[in-house]
């Protein structure tokens, strides 16, 4: 795993490039503590998440098929297959989809905040083509992305998407290939620089808690609470305070 703080912005890859970024449980543990531990660094507001090379991830490593837990070297995550973790990460994730992506790789996308794919990039869960089921929950998480019929679609064809029709169905956002990974950090930098850490931290919490846990009742009850706890914080009045004195925020996150 390679990770990088850019002012702010860390950058986590999946560094595997020979095995074309290939997904294993050791890769996961790796990643998960990448971005628990970007998402507990006060230095670090967004995290972008990609792939070093061409590929993002094309899915399961077939080499770790055999494999038992003793034949791995380091310590693995005990639950490899969970990556709704990164709901709790308390940090915008965007996945910087830059090439080839499927089935694990697919997954890391889809429970990313915000999904680019660079114009090219071709993207597949491949799993009915392998004689699988949809893993990591995409059964669950894939139809409150993109709908049931385009879920349905990319699940039980396993077919391969063009990066403009991953965007058309609402999974991710097309950008020109050429420069992709620079365009994505811009937009994070963006982020990074005038929205305040403390305000997305919450709305990120809200949204996800809003979307799969609550109705709409306790999810506008959670609304009145932060409203009325943000306006207490330091966020807030440096919020008005750039406004009004036109100049750049200086957001602290508390």
């Known amino acids: 795993m390679k990770v990088e703080n850019l002012n702010g912005v860390a950058i986590v890859s999946l560094n595997n490039p020979t095995q074309r970024n290939a997904w294993s449980p050791q890769m996961h543990t790796e990643v998960r503590a990448a971005l628990e531990a970007a998402g507990q660094d006060r230095d670090v507001r967004v995290i972008v998440l990609t792939g070093e090379g061409r590929d993002f991830c094309v899915g399961r490593d077939v080499s770790e098929l055999g494999a038992t837990a003793g034949d791995r070297s380091g310590p693995v995550d005990p639950d490899p297959h969970n990556m709704h973790f990164m709901f709790d990460v308390p940090k915008p994730i965007i996945a910087a989809i830059n090439g080839p992506t499927a089935g694990a790789g697919f997954c890391y ?33 894939l139809p409150h992305l993109v709908g049931v019929r385009n879920a349905l679609d990319i699940l039980m064809t396993g077919r391969v998407l063009s990066a403009a029709e991953a965007d058309r169905m609402g999974f991710a956002t097309v950008l020109p290939s050429e420069g992709f990974l620079d365009q994505v950090l811009a937009l994070a930098r963006d982020m990074a620089d005038f929205a305040s850490p403390l305000s997305t931290g919450v709305m990120k919490r809200q949204v996800y808690r809003s979307l799969f846990f ?28 750039h406004f009004v004195e036109k100049r750049a925020p200086a957001f602290t996150g508390q």
């Open 214 to 241: 609550t109705g709409v009742g306790e999810a506008v009850t959670d609304a009145v609470t932060e409203a009325e706890r943000s306006f207490t914080t330091a966020d807030f009045k440096e919020g008005i305070a």
């Open 109 to 141: 996308a889809g429970f990313s905040d915000l999904r680019y794919v660079a114009d090219g990039a071709r993207i597949t869960t491949a799993w009915s083509r392998r004689g699988l089921t949809a893993e990591f929950g995409m059964a669950w998480l």
